[in-house]
C-alpha cells in the first residue's frame, strides 16, 4: 500500500467522481449552523462520492441523510475561514468542475453560494487561508503553487511558485497554510513519486503577506521528522494562547519506521523552529493504546491549556484487515502538547480512515465515526471528559464537521 493511499483515507484519492456544478446548490437544502460533509463509498472503500450540508441539530439520536446535501468531490474536505467564508474544492485529483467555490450560511442559515474561481487542472486544490477580506492564499499542491485571490470577487490575483524548494529526488509539494504576524508559512512536504519523503527533514517557506515577497525558506533536520503538516488538514498549524505555532507533521504515515511523524514548534516572535521542543510518536507511548504507538495523527483540533484532540491512526489495530479504507484503526485521543503525552479516550469506538471528521461543538469536541455498528458522530465533554456516542447518524461515513455554535 503506498503512501498516497494513506492520503486518500486522509481526504485524498487516486479515483475521484467529479464536482457537482454551481447549479446543483440551488435546490431545497437544509438549514443550520452546524456543516458536516460524508463521503458514501463502493465496498472496498477506494472510490464514491462526498456531500456537504448544514443542519441544525447534532443532538437526540438524529438521522441525516443526503437527500438535501451539496454533492462534492470523493475525499474533498471543505474549508470554513473565521470570516465565515465556506470553500469547496474540486477533486483532489481532477475532474470536470475545476472550481473553488465560495459559500456562506445565509440569514436562513443555507449554504448560499457567493462566487467561484477556476483553478488549474490536476492541481490537487486543498486549504484557504484568508488574509484579509481581499485577499487570500489557496493551495495547488500537485502543481508547487499557492495562488493569491480576492474572496469577494473569487478572482486569481496572482501565484507564488515553490517549485524552486524541490530538493533532489522530491517535489516541494506545499502543504497547509497559516499566517501569523504577517507571515504566511507555507509548510514543505518534500516528497517523492511515491508521495514519500526520502528524509527526516522540516522545510517551510515564508513569505511576507503585504507584498508576497519570499523572506527565507527554513530547514530543519536536527528534530527527527518530516513531512510538516498534513496536507489536507488546515488545522495541522495552529496556534496556541502563547503566540507559539505548533505544527502536527505526518512522517511517512508509519510505512517507513525510520521516518517519523510527530510534533514541533515555532515559537511567539521567532522564525526557525524550535530545537528544544518535539514530540516523535515514534518515541512516545500511548496511554490505553493496546499496540503503544501510533503512526500518525490524521486529525487534530486544539482548544486551549495545551490541550489537543486528535484522530489516530495506528495499523497494528487491525493488522488482518490490510484494507486503509476499511479498517477501524483510528482512535480518539487526547494531547498534552506542553507536558509531551497522548492518552486514548476511552469509550470513543474506532472508526475506519474515512470517518475522520472533528470539531468543536459548544463545549464538546466532535468526533465523527464510521465504526463496526453506525455512521455517526460521537461526543466528548470538554470539562468533564464523558463520552456520548451515536448522538446523530448519517448516510455515508463522516468526513468533515464544523460548527458555527
Known amino acids: 500500500m503506498s503512501v498516497k493511499n494513506l492520503l486518500v483515507i486522509a481526504a485524498v484519492s487516486m479515483a475521484m467522481m467529479a464536482c457537482s456544478s454551481d447549479d446543483d446548490s440551488n ?3 437544509s438549514s443550520g449552523n452546524i456543516l458536516f460533509s460524508t463521503t458514501v463509498t463502493n465496498p ?3 472510490n464514491g462520492v462526498g456531500y456537504l450540508q448544514a443542519v441544525s441539530s447534532l443532538e437526540g439520536g438524529v438521522n441525516y441523510t443526503n437527500a438535501k446535501a451539496i454533492p462534492l468531490g470523493f475525499g ?3 474549508c470554513v475561514c473565521k470570516s465565515g467564508n465556506i470553500y469547496v474544492f474540486p477533486d483532489y485529483m481532477g475532474g470536470t468542475e475545476l472550481k473553488l467555490r465560495r459559500f456562506v450560511l445565509n440569514e436562513n442559515s443555507q449554504l448560499e453560494l457567493k462566487g467561484s474561481m477556476p483553478i488549474p487542472a490536476n492541481s490537487s486544490a486543498a486549504i484557504v487561508v484568508e488574509a484579509s477580506a481581499e485577499k487570500a492564499y489557496v493551495c495547488c499542491q500537485s502543481l508547487n503553487m499557492i495562488i493569491v485571490f480576492n474572496p469577494q470577487t473569487m478572482t486569481e490575483i496572482s501565484r507564488i511558485d515553490v517549485s524552486s524548494f524541490s530538493n533532489k529526488g522530491v517535489s516541494a509539494y506545499p502543504g497547509a497554510l497559516y499566517i501569523r504576524d504577517g ?3 507555507v509548510a514543505l512536504e518534500q516528497f517523492n513519486a511515491q508521495w514519500m519523503p526520502i528524509e527526516n527533514s522540516l522545510e517551510m517557506a515564508l513569505y511576507n503577506v503585504s507584498n508576497d515577497q519570499l523572506i527565507k525558506k527554513i530547514r530543519n533536520t536536527s528534530l527527527g521528522l518530516c513531512s510538516p503538516t498534513r496536507p489536507v488538514d488546515p488545522k495541522s498549524i495552529f496556534e496556541d494562547e502563547n ?6 507533521c505526518v512522517g511517512s504515515f508509519g510505512y517507513q519506521p525510520t521516518l517519523h511523524s510527530g510534533i514541533v514548534r515555532i515559537k511567539k516572535g521567532e522564525t526557525e523552529f524550535d530545537e528544544s521542543y518535539c514530540m516523535n510518536l515514534s518515541e512516545l507511548k500511548v496511554s490505553g493504546l493496546s499496540c503503544d504507538y501510533l503512526d500518525v495523527l490524521m486529525m ?3 482548544v486551549g491549556g495545551g490541550k489537543m484532540y486528535a484522530y ?3 495499523t497494528k489495530l487491525e493488522p488482518d484487515n490490510q484494507n486503509v479504507y476499511t479498517a477501524h484503526i483510528g482512535v480518539g485521543v487526547l494531547v498534552d502538547i506542553y507536558n509531551k503525552t497522548i492518552k486514548v479516550i476511552e469509550g470513543l469506538p474506532l472508526s475506519n480512515g474515512h470517518g475522520v471528521a472533528m470539531g468543536r461543538y459548544k463545549n464538546k469536541m466532535v468526533y465523527g465515526s464510521a ?5 455517526g458522530f460521537s461526543t466528548v465533554d470538554l470539562t468533564t471528559g464523558k463520552v456520548e456516542n451515536k448522538v446523530a447518524t448519517v448516510e455515508g461515513f463522516p468526513s468533515f464537521f464544523y460548527s458555527f455554535e
Not at 243 to 248: K, S
Not at 371 to 375: D, G, K, V
Open 312 to 314: 489516530g491512526y495506528a
Open 27 to 29: 435546490g431545497v437544502m
Open 76 to 78: 474533498s474536505y471543505p
Open 243 to 248: 503566540g507559539d505555532l505548533y505544527i502536527n
Open 371 to 375: 465504526n463496526a455498528e453506525y455512521n
Open 44 to 46: 472496498s472503500g477506494d
Open 183 to 185: 507571515i504566511l508559512y
Open 300 to 302: 487534530c483540533r486544539y
